[in-house]
């Protein structure tokens, strides 16, 4: 069989990697006219006398304790007043009118996103007596209906927090998942979570948006093989003062996707100097043993972390200008565990008779006659048979330093990471009316993931990772009297991500392997040698095929908001643009890639019971006889994915009970084009056919084999116009309305409800997949199946002479199409939640959220048979097309989603040292396939024109979840009850802090398969269901976690009963615990912190999913099991 792997003419490296020096440069130029992000807050109140009439004119003047600026404002003709935003931090505020004693607000704490209610009570008295109020803590939340947690900076700092990713406490809030917690972690399922993404209310990963300073810093397309929610840049935990995560009833200025919006304030300068140095540490010695590693007497992996900092901040210009720097290194050498299987030093020079097997005999391909092959005798190839191009590939195979002939050879290398992260910020009042920022930081990372075998072998895996990451957030404030204020800001992320091999020199050449098409291309990307796949029961020689693979993304933001005060009425109107670009330069196969199944030194290659008892893979490969080559050209491509919005939104404080959240926005998602399009390749978009959508089965016309350029198929594919049009459509319909209402019962009760309508982005890359070649759909691999008896592909001969324009027409075993009505995703969120605040500073909040999702996107077979078989006839012969195989339309947008959910929050202010916040929430996810956004549901599904059958419990979903963080400062020592003085109890008990996280999840959903076919329609097979397959407590275990015998057989010509997502995987129980003890120095605002923490304290085994395939020796059995414990321990120097 030959593989040909067809794309288009690479893009020049230069055409895709942009010169960051020179846009960065222009950027900074243009940023001192733009963009202020929505991290920032609002103080508002009414202004009246004792009687309770309002005051109009009062001036009202808010300070920030920390810098020193003021904002001055009045009171309208109904009292009034409101002052945006604000950066997070502590405030007074002062209201002062004729006739009037001023009165002075003090110890107001304004959190990210917030508006927070100060309202004055003016005295009868004298200009000069000024009156000062302690304002008391807002809990209750009375002026904003949207449902979200603020982390504040306390927490960030003092929770134990493994790898220092401040993203990782967002599950702190009630329906929040960080991705992880799923157990799946591919990049297919969309949820990896390793850079920190998180699911929201049901929501995908990939529809979670993290504004850092107002810039989007989600990574989106190009995240590649990190997933789709890994960070352009990953500030410091040092370098966040606070984040919120918005989870439900979002504000009509919030769109583009319809997740949770998480918004990070970074740290700014003050008017003291302040700052830290810090160094964190973690290392194997103290660590626990993996569950399975421990139980098979496998060695602990070696670790060593250090991840060292610093940060420092204050004035420019005190009162007007400031500045704030943050610095963090991080270095991991982390060992690896390999047991390979290497050939012998026997098995390199032809001595097969070492091998396991005795009958397994080696025969002679040139020797066939009858159907039938002659051994070679006593299993010795002679080297005079040898290819040499094969052999000297062989002889890099090290030798064996393991007894036995398989899993022979062990190997620990020591994976590397090197990340350095710089974030720098000022702030500049330019005068009373007007503010700029500018923040800007820097990600430069690099990852190596080493090979099972040394290098060269190499062994098939091992990659180099690249991770140069900017992200700049600028803004512009002016005001316009006291009710009119307008904010102009800008964004702008640039992500180039590189996947490659850690080879750093072309070895073909050196090898001796002719005709690698990559090895021409002159791209400076030719390193390494093809790979060679010499069967199952060896581990293949070189590097990996299918890098590099280089992700570009450059995300520019801009939007302008305008908000004016009416009466009680702020109105808020803006218009966003965004342009996301993603240059992507795949490699697929550009080394070539040789496989040797063993067919050809088999006796009988015609029969499959022979293939399986005799011949050898590694024969083959010394033979140089290979059964299949791969090898093609980069698929390079640009991606341009506009997007715009607009939106008026309008707080409307009815009463002062009452306050009404109404806005509507409006979002355009432009079909993405391609400015750089290959003259043999253009893009297509499957239409519907003859008025009538994919999923009712008449998609595709039923005749006679044909090519799809023929007329006949024309009017079901859409030609683009130009080179640059991708041929879809584009939703004109998004309108999205959104309103909440908050009623204060009582200075400490409020209920709230709200509900709106809110659209999501597609992730346009996927249409790289409907890419059309020669008036074809494209299948990135050609494959001509050889019968077994013919003549090989020899390795000396290496790979055929093909440019990308001579490629032959492709086979059509798969064909893969874009839907091309691109509608968007949209949601129905809607909520009601009861508000309490508690003594002892603490807020209760009972609520009910729910969501209602459709168009969600997936993939699904259009070439599937219409009506059920028995399972006797090939299912080819049943197709629309008979002629076609599968036929994968991406993007299909049929999939529906249902979330509701039931939340119990109790949090605890920071008072007296002590914190906490409890989270629990009891929901249900449930959807119609695979949470995979585009291409897993088509492998899934049962029967691809009744989708109803599909509805079961979503991948995504936890039933219950409790998260429990807490920080408490011992009353012993400085500033406390007990011991603070300066005695031998305070330095022995005193400044002591201990801090915590327990997290309790209710275990994920799987869903089995079941090997049989009674339908013959090519779908999921999941057999009868007879009982439950979710065993008691007390029956399960590791090696029986379901009962396997829960499906039987289905009956021919039916479809099988058994649902999506029956079966219920492990929980995850984990508790986290940190110590830290302060020195206070003798220089004021000095001390240094010790710290200690351990995740995972317990050491508890969290185990993965188990095997769902029903039938095999392995099925209901878990194999895998999360981190045991970890130690770390960090000093911090902080003034």
Known sequence: MTSLVMGERAIPRGGIMWKDSVRLAGLLLVVAVTAFGQAQGTIQGVVSDNSGAVIPGATVTITNVDTGVERTTQSNQVGFYSVPALNPGPYKATAASDGFAPTELANLRLEVSQTLRADFQLSVGSVTEVVEVSAAAQLVQSEKTEVGQVIDSKRILEMPLNGRNYLELAKFSVGVLPARDLGKGTRQDGEGGGEGGLLA????????????????????????????????????????GEFKVITNNISAEYGYRMGAKVIVSTKSGTNKLHGSAYEFLRNSNLDGTNFFANRSGAPKPTLRRNQFGATVGGPIIKNKMFGFFSWQTTKERLGQSFLSSVPTAAVKNGDFSGEPNPNMAIYDPLTLAGGKREAFPNFMIPSTRFDPVAKGIVDLYPDPNLGGTRNNYFNSPSDTIDSNQYDMKWDYNVNDNNRAFIRYSIRDENVLNNCPLP?????????TVKLPGNNVAAAFQSTFGASMFNELRFGYTHFPTA????????????????????DSLGDGLDQGFSLFVPGSNFTSAGPRAFWPNINNL?????????SIIKGNHTIKLGFEYRRTDVPRYPSRFRRGQFNFSGQFTAEQPGSGASRGAT???????????????????????????????????????????????????????????????????????????????????????????????????????VQPTSSSDSGGKTDNNNFAPRLGLAYRATEKTVIRVGGGLFYGESDNVQGESARFFTGAPLANEFNAQQPFTQTSLFVKDGFAP????????????????????????????????????????????????????????????????????DGSVNVNNRRIRPFFNNVNLVGAQFMNANYNSLTVKAEKRLTKGFTFLSSFTWSHNIDYGNENLFQGAASQERFTYNKSIERGNASLDRRLAYVLST?????????????NGNGVGRWVLGDWQIGGILSLLRGTPDTNTFNQNTTGVGGANRGDVVRDPNLPSSERSIDRWFDTGFVVAGQPGQLDNAGRNLIVGPPTHNFDFSLSRRFFLPFEGHMIQFRFESFNFTNTANFGRPNTAVGSANAGIITTASQPRRIQFGLKYIF
């Open 201 to 240: 209310m049901g929501m995908h990963a990939a529809q979670t948006n993290v504004l850092v300073d107002g810039a989007d810093n989600s990574s989106r397309n190009s995240g590649g093989a990190l997933g789709f929610q890994a960070q352009a840049t990953k500030p410091s935990v040092d370098a966040v």
């Open 455 to 463: 290098l060269p072998a190499c062994g098939g895996t091992g990659q």
């Open 499 to 518: 996947f490659d091999i850690p080879f750093t020199e072309n070895l073909n050449s050196t090898y001796g392997i002719k005709g690698a098409p990559g």
């Open 554 to 562: 450059d995300n520019l933001q801009i939007s302008d908001n305008f």
């Open 615 to 717: 011949g050898s893979g590694m024969a083959d490969m010394l033979l140089g006889w290979a059964n299949n080559e791969t090898w093609g050209f980069p698929n390079g491509e640009e991606i341009i994915s506009p997007y715009m919005g607009t939106f008026v939104q309008d707080d409307w404080k009815v009463t002062n009970k009452l306050t009404i959240n109404m806005g509507i926005r409006y979002e355009r998602f432009l079909p993405p084009t391609f400015p750089n399009p290959s003259t043999q390749t253009v893009s297509r978009f499957l239409t519907e056919i003859n008025g009538r959508p994919f999923g009712d089965g008449e998609g595709l016309p039923v005749g006679a084999p044909g090519a799809w350029g023929e007329a006949e198929y024309l009017p079901y594919f």
């Open 802 to 869: 093909v440019t990308p324009e001579g490629f032959p027409a492709p086979g059509l075993s798969a064909t893969t199409a874009q839907d091309g009505a691109w509608p968007q995703f949209y949601s129905g969120q809607w909520f009601l939640d009861l508000q309490q605040q508690l003594p002892l500073d603490t807020l209760l909040t009972i609520g009910y959220n729910g969501t209602s999702t459709s168009q969600l996107a997936s993939g699904i077979n259009i070439n599937r048979p219409l009506t059920l078989g």
């Open 967 to 979: 920080v408490y400062e011992l009353p012993f020592g400085k500033g406390k009850s007990f011991l």
